[in-house]
């Protein structure tokens, strides 16, 4: 009875632990709403970016779906679904996007990690975000059946990628909010339940419709190069990453595999 006590008490303790993470990630990520009374650790909350990217994908597939049965058109409905993305984050990754390229845009590489410490937007910030809504909004309105797959693949992809470059490559500052993943210990075996709970998604778009084994490649192994080159990208531009590259990976690898999606999901 005593070790069933030990061992009750240790399962217990372990999903209370998850759940404290799982309610920090949404908080951290995220401009949900969570109850001042949850118990919040922000100790390795990038192991569950990918599941809170396909929680978030999922809930712009109900609001796309519902606009649908509302009557709404295509082009409008697909402007809406890419804003509330944006206001599901707080702008939270396109933030860092446009920091990104205001940084890169600096001819002095010694000066990028100032540039993009400013708060202030310039120029080629500007243009970064205005690329990035064009280009999602353009390619999901391309995309006209199984659009919710669509918008959980490119989010959960995308968080995988912040994951692969938080993991891979050092930080570059010593203090900021991506400084909190660096902190967490993560090793390559937390890329694993991220990548199969993504490949898992390509699986079920087969099980949907078996004819559509090219959309279920695409999203499979688009989703995880462009999520993986990415990051390596940025790293070689700056020698490593900070928070705001970590959401510029989020933000270019949602648009370039919406951009790829849109080429092969059925028209």
């Known amino acids: 009875?005593?070790?069933?006590?030990?061992?009750?008490?240790?399962?217990?303790?372990?999903?209370?632990?998850?759940?404290?993470?799982?309610?920090?990630a949404i908080a951290f990520y995220t401009c949900l709403p969570v109850p001042s009374s949850w118990t919040l650790a922000f100790r390795g909350i990038a192991r569950l970016a990918p599941v809170i990217g396909l929680m978030i994908g999922g809930m712009l597939g109900l609001l796309d779906s519902g606009l649908q049965l509302l009557g709404m058109p295509v082009l409008t409905k697909s402007v809406l679904v890419i804003l509330a993305g944006i206001a599901l984050t707080g702008g939270l990754h396109l933030d860092g996007a446009m920091d990104t390229a205001d940084g890169l845009a600096t001819p002095d590489p010694k000066r990028r990690?100032?540039?993009?410490?400013?708060?202030?937007?310039?120029?080629?910030?500007?243009?970064?975000?205005?690329?990035?809504?064009?280009?999602?909004?353009?390619?999901?309105?391309?995309?006209?059946?199984h659009r919710w797959l669509a918008l959980m693949a490119v989010a959960g992809w995308g968080r995988w990628g912040q994951l692969v470059a938080i993991i891979c490559y050092p930080y570059l500052k010593p203090t900021g909010?991506?400084?909190?993943?660096?902190?967490?210990?993560?090793?390559?075996?937390?890329?694993?339940?991220?990548?199969?709970?993504?490949?898992?998604?390509?699986?079920?778009?087969?099980?949907?419709?078996?004819?559509?084994?090219?959309?279920?490649?695409g999203m499979a192994f688009?989703?995880?190069?462009?999520?993986?080159?990415?990051?390596?990208?940025?790293?070689?531009?700056?020698?490593?990453?900070?928070?705001?590259?970590?959401?510029?990976?989020?933000?270019?690898?949602?648009?370039?595999?919406?951009?790829?999606?849109?080429?092969?999901?059925?028209?």
């Open 113 to 145: 990690l100032e540039v993009m410490s400013d708060s202030l937007t310039g120029a080629f910030g500007a243009m970064a975000a205005i690329a990035i809504i064009l280009l999602k909004t353009a390619a999901l309105h391309d995309i006209q059946t």
């Open 177 to 217: 909010k991506g400084a909190i993943h660096k902190e967490s210990n993560l090793s390559a075996r937390d890329l694993i339940p991220g990548l199969l709970l993504l490949l898992s998604l390509s699986g079920f778009l087969l099980i949907l419709d078996s004819d559509r084994w090219l959309m279920s490649a």
């Open 1 to 24: 009875m005593t070790k069933k006590k030990h061992w009750t008490k240790r399962v217990w303790g372990f999903w209370q632990q998850q759940t404290a993470t799982l309610a920090a």
């Open 222 to 267: 688009g989703g995880s190069a462009i999520a993986v080159l990415t990051g390596a990208w940025f790293n070689y531009k700056l020698g490593g990453h900070t928070g705001d590259t970590y959401g510029a990976v989020v933000e270019w690898t949602e648009a370039l595999l919406l951009c790829l999606l849109a080429g092969i999901f059925p028209k």
